[in-house]
C-alpha cells in the first residue's frame, strides 16, 4: 500500500483505494496533527482536556480524499457519514461513488492544492 505525508502534516497516510481521478487516503489519529479536531471537542464539553479527548480518539481513522482534478483535498459532502473507512472494500466504494459523481469533496471545507510525498 502506498503512503504519503502532505505538505505540513507529520502523520502519513495509506492510499487505500485509488484511480486516476481521486485517491482515497486514511490513518490513525494524531495528537500534533489533529490537535485542532481534539481542542474543538474539548471545547465543546465532550472532554474535560486534551488529554481524555486524546486518549477516547486515539484509535479513529481519519480521511481525506483527494480530487486530483480539481487539486483539492477534504471530507465527501455527505451531511453523516455511511462509511466505513476502516475497510479497504468500503474505501473502494467511495472511490466508485466518487467516480460516478453521487459523492464529491466537501468543497466548503477542502485543502487546496494538494502537495504531498511518497513514503
Known amino acids: 500500500m502506498k503512503r504519503i505525508v502532505f505538505k505540513n502534516e507529520t502523520a502519513p497516510f495509506n492510499v487505500v483505494s485509488e484511480n486516476e481521478k481521486f485517491m482515497v487516503c486514511t490513518r490513525k489519529l494524531c495528537k500534533v496533527d489533529d490537535k485542532e479536531y481534539l481542542e474543538h471537542a474539548v471545547s465543546m464539553d465532550a472532554f474535560l482536556n486534551f488529554e481524555s479527548a486524546y486518549k477516547f ?3 479513529y481513522v481519519m480521511y481525506t480524499i483527494c ?3 480539481k487539486n ?3 471530507v465527501h459532502d455527505l451531511k453523516l457519514n455511511i462509511y466505513d ?3 479497504k472494500e468500503e474505501c473502494d466504494i467511495v472511490l466508485k461513488d466518487l467516480t460516478d459523481g453521487k459523492l464529491n469533496v466537501n468543497e466548503d471545507t477542502c485543502i487546496s492544492e494538494i502537495s504531498y510525498k511518497l513514503l
Do not use: L
Open 57 to 59: 480518539c486515539k484509535d
Open 67 to 69: 480530487d486530483i482534478e
Open 72 to 74: 483539492i483535498r477534504g
Open 85 to 87: 473507512f476502516n475497510d
